[in-house]
Antibody
Framework: QVQLQESGPGLVNPSETLSLNCTVS????????WSWIRQPPGRGLEWLGYISSSGTTKYSPPFKSRITFSIDTSRNQFSLNLKSVTAADTAVFYC???????????WGQGVPVIVSS | QSVLTQPPSASGTPGQRVTISCSGS????????VNWYQHLPGTAPKLVIH???QRPSGVPDRFSGSRSGTSASLAIIGLQSEDESDYYC???????????FGGGTRLTVL
């Protein structure tokens, strides 16, 4: 069973860049698509985009201008950078595996990130 | 405002049948299959239905899904206390070129 684990700072200053990593274990990162999803406090789940194992990206329209994904297949890791954050970016961030039919079949436990000075 | 519309809440007593609706449009549910997730805040969401009607291994057959036109539904029969959770529908949207989520439905077992 594939396992995913998010890591990164839990506190980010406004206007700075939020950076998170996701480590994939128990399986290869190759041949799949990898997503980031977030949940702001008191709100629903929000899809941020995906990156393929070959580095192809698709970003959700509201985030296109300030989000970047990267992937390191040698380390079985992929990453998220969200720049110019505000308090509205405070959320629990999940990394996940995206498969055929937009099925998200494996999720990390989530990491809370607070944007505050 | 979510692209897919779900009722914010639903409830039932143990043993009852509950359905949760998910309304979309031609560019999303009208063209693509729907998946459903069970989510307890603070934990990893769990896939309970994929491809409109399919249950992953380990999901009880009390859970079922359906899709018709631009709407989909999740049904739970024989409701149990452990079913109390948030439920989200998702699909791909061809116009937005993105995965879209419903706003989520909080299911309460009375």
């Amino acid at each position: 069973q594939v396992q995913l684990q998010e890591s990164g700072p839990g506190l980010v200053n406004p206007s700075e860049t939020l950076s998170l990593n996701c480590t994939v274990s128990g399986g290869s990162i190759n041949r799949y698509f990898w997503s980031w999803i977030r949940q702001p406090p008191g709100r629903g789940l929000e899809w941020l985009g995906y990156i393929s194992s070959s580095g192809t990206t698709k970003y959700s329209p509201p985030f296109k201008s300030r989000i970047t994904f990267s992937i390191d297949t040698s380390r079985n890791q992929f990453s998220l950078n969200l720049k110019s954050v505000t308090a509205a970016d405070t959320a629990v961030f999940y990394c996940a595996r995206l498969t055929w039919g937009s099925v998200i079949d494996n999720w990390g436990q989530g990491v809370p990130v607070i944007v505050s000075s | 405002q979510s692209v897919l519309t779900q009722p914010p809440s639903a409830s039932g007593t143990p043993g009852q049948r509950v359905t949760i609706s998910c309304s979309g449009s031609r560019s999303n549910i009208g063209l693509n299959s729907v998946n459903w997730y069970q989510h307890l805040p603070g934990t990893a969401p769990k896939l309970v239905i994929h491809t409109n009607t399919q249950r992953p291994s380990g999901v009880p057959d009390r859970f079922s899904g359906s899709r018709s036109g631009t709407s989909a539904s999740l049904a739970i029969i024989g409701l149990q206390s452990e079913d109390e959770s948030d439920y989200y529908c998702t699909t791909w949207d061809d116009s937005l070129n993105a995965v879209v989520f419903g706003g989520g439905t909080r299911l309460t077992v009375l």
